[in-house]
């Protein structure tokens, strides 16, 4: 068997605004501009040690969600191929609110589209997770509904991140929980003239960043670092904790990474990634 090699991007959430949460399915309604970036997992799919599908992913404990996937592509597809074995190398910061889970599972899918030569079904990524359509585009989009409805949008204005991983996880519903306590969704209508500002390009909002704060008070000092270190902007991360700084060249990211890493040894400079990074590669 061939083995194939894809990058699984995290992704930076530009502007995310918070609405309501829905009657059906108890999920809130939401408007972000999402980015993937340079800072990336590696996947690798090969052929499996046993008799069945693996997952391996050092380091990370409990269900995969790229298991999910493989096995969802599987399943919609009746793809028969022998088994096989993704290994997942994380360089995405685990529950740190830049979607890793959701990076690796639409990896996942992709490898399996080229393994088998089958595209991947539609609304499969939908089934996963609400991040996991983005995750799949693999490009600059406007994310609704609860994150499932996608509007791929062109390449913005050149610039990069320095990115700051938090000492411990967050979990995203908790932050949600908190931001519900807090009163922070807005209404349908406010969310609405929100998406028209998002559709002009960058906000650099965070509706959830009070809740982040709330539960994980080191953000505030992430928040004030990375704005020392000169970013233009500085904002959570989708549910948080991590933290990035907004710099308008990768030069000027790399700078602010170094000024930065004697306090945030995991400090990274990424930049917006472009047309092709996710796609899979053969290897002999």
């Given at each position: 068997m061939t083995v194939l090699r894809a990058r699984a991007p995290g992704k930076v959430n530009l502007a995310l605004y918070l609405g309501p949460t829905r009657k059906e399915d108890g999920k809130h309604?939401?408007?972000s501009l999402v980015e993937p970036v340079t800072l990336a997992d590696w996947i690798e799919l090969g052929p499996a040690r046993g008799h069945t599908d693996e997952v391996a992913c050092e380091g990370v404990v409990g269900p995969n969600l790229a298991?999910?996937?493989l096995e969802r592509f599987r399943a919609a597809t009746d793809w028969d191929g022998a088994p096989v074995r993704l290994t997942i190398f994380k360089q995405v910061p685990v529950a740190a609110g830049m979607g890793g889970g959701s990076a690796d599972a639409a990896a996942a899918l992709r490898l399996a589209a080229k393994a088998s030569g089958l595209p991947v079904p539609d609304g499969i990524a939908r089934a996963l997770g609400a991040d996991v359509p983005a995750a799949l585009h693999a490009g600059p989009a406007i994310m609704a509904g609860a994150g499932e409805?996608?509007?791929?949008?062109?390449?913005?204005?050149?610039h990069a991140f320095v990115v700051l991983p938090?000492?411990?996880?967050?979990?995203?519903?908790?932050v949600y929980a908190e931001a519900d306590r807090l009163g922070l969704p807005r209404t349908l209508a406010d969310l609405a003239e929100r998406r028209k500002e998002v559709e002009s390009g960058p906000t650099f909002h965070n509706d959830l960043e009070p809740a982040t704060r709330s539960l994980h008070p080191s953000t505030d000092d992430a928040l004030a670092d990375a704005r020392a270190a000169g970013a233009s902007h500085a904002l959570v991360c989708g549910s948080g904790p991590t933290v990035v700084g907004v710099f308008a060249t990768l030069d000027d990211a790399r700078l602010?990474?170094?000024r930065l890493r004697e306090r945030y040894p995991k400090a990274a400079a990424a930049a917006p990634a472009p047309p092709g990074f996710a796609t899979p590669r053969s290897f002999a």
């Open positions: 309604e939401l408007v298991a999910e996937a409805r996608l509007t791929p949008i062109e390449p913005i204005a050149p938090a000492d411990a996880p967050l979990a995203t519903a908790a602010g990474a170094e």
